[in-house]
């Protein structure tokens, strides 16, 4: 398993959200979730501010395709602001909003990726998907 | 009745060689500095002994404090072979604590590994790094590290887990409390002379084992840190006994070379073959293992001089590849004795060799960190009683200028390391360029005391006649006897002018 499969089955499970969930914020706040479970898991491996210093050049690099993404911190290292990704995506149509979520989630892996390898960042996020699976099932109750 | 006594378990550190120095291992539940300036390969010590150490009974923690980022340290740490990204998550586990030494200082830090040690019940504890533990320097929430480290200690004995702390420590100064709560003081030198870098590793102290004293030299490679332990460490053979048979003779495939040394090699000896540059010696170490080839037995060669495929021609290097003759890489730069020796012991080991060459001497100086040129000759003097521990027969060559104003017979004050010494030398008759050879020495035997005349062709080295009709060969001002009464007499007398110089 590569790398960049971590990234899409956090995307196959966003999708299948969107096509199951019959909550508007369904996709935006299992998003967030899914950051912050990132930011933790990979933080105490890595540091806080690592994690967000990755986060917020993935979304400077994103944005360029996807300008509804949030301009993320000016700092590099400052702190992520996901609730503001959180609000970007439900501004969007789901199908908007799933894509632009997958551009960065790849791109942030596939940066991590560049500095650590793609082997250790599967064996990273195998806990953190291992962790959210949870969040990403279609459990309209947890998501209200 | 015996009470028991506790017994401590060794670990095995993964770390070739570093077993032998720390006397046998690691110590379960040791509480251990690893110290160092940077780059010193600290952090690459602690890794490789992680990795080879953690398993699922053995989980490890990798605490990452004040040392590296861990985005790089864990960057370049894959780079070695040992890093096994497989097992992160599972067995070994790193956690980030910079964030708490700002937030809440060495108290929040305690905290947090305790918690953190609580749950993962980690054997293996890291904590990477302290640089100011000398300076005794405190923090701001008064827990100073001298503190930190004596409480983390406790804890992890406590918690029965093999406990390791990286630090730049300025230096060892020996009174410092830390070292005293310490088990194992593990000190890493990188030095450098010229283009030259030397790696050393000092095993300072390792509670309840006997560790090997001094510094010993260590390489970084792809696979990790390989530690070079003196050869008598490597050597677990007891020593032979007494002898109260003679040696069994080696043929050296010169068959008037054997009849000097009066019936070949005796086994097990170490002879030296010193003479000047293109004089033979390389032609007769190649005889050497061909003969041993011709009875079946292996043999390893170590070569500063020549390309192992190029040496002495197809047939030796047809031996190489057949693995009857193993090759020692003696490739890498800044080479220490103590790693050449390992490398060959190790190689005689799988091999079972009985015959080893080394070719030259003057190469493996060379080839040698300037740093461990100054003790060459006592390195050398223990390799080869490393070596004849193996009972294997050694053949070493060495280069020696022909110096007419004195008789040498070896470079380096080496004589008396060696068993036996064959010299070999150039001299001038009738206008021509002559070799000779001699055995100046084989120990507890007798031997043939001549000089001969010697050719090399296709075949090898053709050892002639003797020439009774002259002296003063080896003084560089040959004369030949021209008075037959005097000729027959010539040996070890004054004859009065019985010559003329040619």
Redesign the interface.
Known sequence: MTSRSIADRIHARLAELAETSSVIPAIPDTAVAYWKEIHLRLGQVIGERAVEALYNRSLRRTRDQYPSLPEGQTRPDGPADFAALGAALASQPNAVALEAHSALLHTFVNHLASLIGAGLVERIFSSIASSTNELAAPDRGRLK | MTIPKATIRRLSTGVSGLDEVLGGGLPEFSFNLIGGSPGSGKTTLAHQIMFALASAERPALYF?VLGE???KM??YQ?QFDFFD??R???CVH???L??RLGDGGLDSVLTAVFEAVARVKPALVFVDSFRSVTTGRHDASGADLQQFIQQLSVMMSNWEATTFLIGEYASQDETNPVFTVADGLIWLYQTSQGNSVARKIDVRKMRGQRTVPGLHTFRITSEGISVFAPPRVLETEPPKRARTTPRARVAMGNAILDEMLGGGLPEGYSLLVAGPSGAGKSILAAAFLAEGARLGETAVIALFEQRATFARGAFIAGLIEAGQVGVVDTGAADLSVDEVAGLLIAEVKRLNASRVVIDSLSGFELALAPTFSADFRESLSRLIVALARTGATVLMTSEMEDRYDELRFSPYGSAFMTDAIVILRYIEVESRLKRVLAVVKVRGSAHSDELRLFDIDEHGIQIGASMPEHEGLLGGRPRRVTDVAALSDVRGRDVANPVEHL
Do not use: I, K, S
């Open positions: 990452t980022p861990p985005l864990l960057r894959q990204h497989e992160v998550n599972q790193f956690l980030y910079a964030d």
